[in-house]
Protein backbone atom coordinates (compact mmCIF):
# COMPACT_ATOMS: atom_id res chain seq x y z
CA UNK A 1 0.00 0.00 0.00
CA UNK A 2 2.78 2.48 1.09
CA UNK A 3 4.47 1.50 -2.34
CA UNK A 4 1.65 3.01 -4.33
CA UNK A 5 1.38 5.81 -2.24
CA UNK A 6 4.66 6.70 -2.98
CA UNK A 7 4.53 5.76 -6.63
CA UNK A 8 1.60 8.22 -7.12
CA UNK A 9 3.33 10.96 -5.17
CA UNK A 10 6.32 10.32 -8.05
CA UNK A 11 3.59 10.45 -10.79
CA UNK A 12 2.06 13.84 -9.61
CA UNK A 13 5.97 15.31 -9.01
CA UNK A 14 6.36 13.97 -12.63
CA UNK A 15 3.54 15.80 -14.10
CA UNK A 16 4.39 18.93 -11.82
CA UNK A 17 7.70 19.23 -13.15
CA UNK A 18 6.90 18.36 -16.71
CA UNK A 19 3.91 21.51 -16.24
CA UNK A 20 6.33 23.77 -14.79
CA UNK A 21 8.11 23.26 -18.39
CA UNK A 22 5.19 24.77 -20.06
CA UNK A 23 4.06 27.59 -17.94
CA UNK A 24 7.50 28.60 -17.96
CA UNK A 25 7.60 28.93 -21.66
CA UNK A 26 4.13 30.24 -22.46
CA UNK A 27 5.42 33.48 -20.12
CA UNK A 28 8.60 33.84 -22.62
CA UNK A 29 8.39 35.65 -26.27
CA UNK A 30 7.04 33.84 -29.11
CA UNK A 31 9.82 33.35 -30.95
CA UNK A 32 7.81 31.52 -34.01
CA UNK A 33 8.69 32.93 -37.39
CA UNK A 34 5.21 34.44 -38.89
CA UNK A 35 5.89 33.69 -42.92
CA UNK A 36 5.19 35.34 -45.22
CA UNK A 37 3.32 37.70 -43.18
CA UNK A 38 6.41 39.01 -41.86
CA UNK A 39 10.06 38.71 -42.76
CA UNK A 40 12.04 36.17 -41.60
CA UNK A 41 14.84 37.26 -39.27
CA UNK A 42 18.63 35.30 -39.99
CA UNK A 43 21.29 35.05 -38.11
CA UNK A 44 24.68 36.34 -39.24
CA UNK A 45 26.10 33.29 -40.31
CA UNK A 46 23.13 31.88 -42.41
CA UNK A 47 23.94 30.59 -46.05
CA UNK A 48 21.55 31.96 -48.35
CA UNK A 49 22.10 32.85 -51.95
CA UNK A 50 25.50 34.22 -53.33
CA UNK A 51 25.58 37.60 -53.35
CA UNK A 52 29.05 38.90 -55.64
CA UNK A 53 30.21 41.91 -54.05
CA UNK A 54 31.61 45.26 -55.80
CA UNK A 55 34.20 47.55 -53.92
CA UNK A 56 33.21 51.13 -53.06
CA UNK A 57 34.02 52.27 -56.68
CA UNK A 58 31.47 49.95 -58.09
CA UNK A 59 33.89 47.75 -59.19
CA UNK A 60 33.54 43.90 -58.91
CA UNK A 61 35.65 42.30 -56.73
CA UNK A 62 35.52 39.36 -58.61
CA UNK A 63 39.19 38.77 -60.44
CA UNK A 64 38.53 35.49 -61.81
CA UNK A 65 40.33 33.67 -60.09
CA UNK A 66 38.94 29.74 -60.17
CA UNK A 67 40.18 29.32 -56.60
CA UNK A 68 36.11 29.23 -55.46
CA UNK A 69 35.59 26.84 -58.91
CA UNK A 70 38.08 24.67 -57.32
CA UNK A 71 37.26 24.25 -54.02
CA UNK A 72 33.55 23.50 -54.82
CA UNK A 73 32.72 19.69 -53.96
CA UNK A 74 29.72 20.17 -55.52
CA UNK A 75 31.46 21.27 -58.97
CA UNK A 76 28.52 23.63 -59.54
CA UNK A 77 30.53 27.20 -60.06
CA UNK A 78 31.38 27.83 -64.21
CA UNK A 79 33.46 30.71 -64.92
CA UNK A 80 34.57 32.71 -68.27
CA UNK A 81 37.84 34.92 -67.68
CA UNK A 82 38.43 38.08 -69.41
CA UNK A 83 41.13 40.55 -69.32
CA UNK A 84 40.00 44.24 -68.35
CA UNK A 85 41.48 46.84 -70.60
CA UNK A 86 42.43 50.53 -70.68
CA UNK A 87 38.77 51.13 -71.95
CA UNK A 88 36.70 48.62 -70.24
CA UNK A 89 37.26 47.73 -66.99
CA UNK A 90 34.57 45.86 -64.99
CA UNK A 91 36.83 44.73 -61.83
CA UNK A 92 39.73 45.92 -59.80
CA UNK A 93 42.38 42.97 -60.98
CA UNK A 94 43.93 42.15 -64.23
CA UNK A 95 40.85 39.90 -65.20
CA UNK A 96 36.94 39.55 -64.51
CA UNK A 97 34.36 37.04 -64.54
CA UNK A 98 32.66 37.62 -67.89
CA UNK A 99 30.49 34.81 -66.99
CA UNK A 100 30.23 33.57 -63.32
CA UNK A 101 27.23 31.14 -62.74
CA UNK A 102 26.19 29.05 -59.81
CA UNK A 103 23.49 25.67 -60.52
CA UNK A 104 21.97 25.67 -57.37
CA UNK A 105 20.57 22.22 -58.60
CA UNK A 106 23.94 20.84 -57.29
CA UNK A 107 24.69 23.28 -54.56
CA UNK A 108 24.88 22.42 -50.90
CA UNK A 109 25.55 25.59 -49.54
CA UNK A 110 28.98 24.58 -47.88
CA UNK A 111 30.23 27.88 -48.05
CA UNK A 112 33.96 26.81 -49.50
CA UNK A 113 33.55 28.98 -52.14
CA UNK A 114 33.18 32.11 -49.82
CA UNK A 115 36.58 30.60 -47.85
CA UNK A 116 38.20 30.55 -50.63
CA UNK A 117 37.87 33.50 -51.99
CA UNK A 118 41.02 35.85 -51.64
CA UNK A 119 39.22 39.16 -52.57
CA UNK A 120 35.86 38.91 -50.12
CA UNK A 121 34.22 38.95 -53.93
CA UNK A 122 31.66 35.67 -53.55
CA UNK A 123 29.31 36.02 -50.45
CA UNK A 124 26.69 34.07 -48.58
CA UNK A 125 23.27 36.60 -48.66
CA UNK A 126 20.04 36.03 -46.67
CA UNK A 127 18.20 34.72 -50.00
CA UNK A 128 16.33 31.21 -49.66
CA UNK A 129 13.46 32.17 -51.71
CA UNK A 130 15.12 29.93 -54.57
CA UNK A 131 13.35 27.03 -54.94
CA UNK A 132 11.30 26.52 -58.28
CA UNK A 133 9.68 23.33 -60.13
CA UNK A 134 11.73 24.51 -63.53
CA UNK A 135 15.07 23.60 -63.31
CA UNK A 136 16.53 25.50 -65.89
CA UNK A 137 15.96 28.55 -63.61
CA UNK A 138 18.25 27.38 -61.02
CA UNK A 139 21.03 27.91 -63.21
CA UNK A 140 21.99 31.31 -60.96
CA UNK A 141 24.05 33.75 -63.07
CA UNK A 142 26.12 36.64 -62.53
CA UNK A 143 23.83 39.23 -63.37
CA UNK A 144 21.07 38.00 -60.77
CA UNK A 145 24.14 38.13 -57.97
CA UNK A 146 25.96 41.41 -58.18
CA UNK A 147 25.27 43.81 -55.47
CA UNK A 148 23.62 46.86 -56.74
CA UNK A 149 26.49 49.53 -57.23
CA UNK A 150 27.28 51.52 -54.09
CA UNK A 151 25.23 55.26 -54.22
CA UNK A 152 27.69 58.02 -55.21
CA UNK A 153 30.26 55.38 -56.09
CA UNK A 154 32.25 56.92 -59.32
CA UNK A 155 31.76 53.78 -61.55
CA UNK A 156 35.05 54.51 -63.84
CA UNK A 157 33.18 52.84 -66.56
CA UNK A 158 29.92 54.90 -66.80
CA UNK A 159 30.95 56.44 -70.33
CA UNK A 160 31.81 53.54 -71.91
CA UNK A 161 28.77 51.60 -70.54
CA UNK A 162 27.20 50.55 -73.83
CA UNK A 163 30.45 48.75 -74.44
CA UNK A 164 30.09 46.66 -70.88
CA UNK A 165 28.21 43.21 -70.35
CA UNK A 166 24.57 43.33 -69.31
CA UNK A 167 24.17 44.37 -65.50
CA UNK A 168 26.80 46.95 -65.32
S1 LIG B 1 28.38 26.84 -51.35
FE1 LIG B 1 29.63 24.96 -51.62
S2 LIG B 1 28.53 23.76 -53.15
FE2 LIG B 1 27.72 25.86 -53.27
S3 LIG B 1 28.92 26.88 -54.86
FE3 LIG B 1 29.95 27.29 -52.90
S4 LIG B 1 31.49 25.66 -52.68
FE4 LIG B 1 30.03 25.00 -54.26
S1 LIG C 1 34.67 34.75 -56.67
FE1 LIG C 1 36.68 34.98 -55.64
S2 LIG C 1 37.61 32.93 -55.73
FE2 LIG C 1 35.94 32.97 -57.25
S3 LIG C 1 36.93 33.53 -59.17
FE3 LIG C 1 36.15 35.42 -58.23
S4 LIG C 1 37.89 36.23 -57.04
FE4 LIG C 1 38.38 34.08 -57.50
Known sequence: MASKITEAFEA??????????????????????????????????????HVL????????????????AAACPADC?????????????ISG?????????????????CGYCVEACPTDAI????????SSYNTSTLIIRKEQMLAPIPEGAHFPLKAEAEEAPAGH
Do not use: W
Open 12 to 49: VAAVARGMSVTFGEMMNPTITEDYPDSPPKFQERYRGA
Open 53 to 68: QRDENGLEKCVACFLC
Open 77 to 89: IYIEAAENTDTLR
Open 93 to 109: GERYAKVYNIDYTRCIF
Open 123 to 130: THGHGFEI
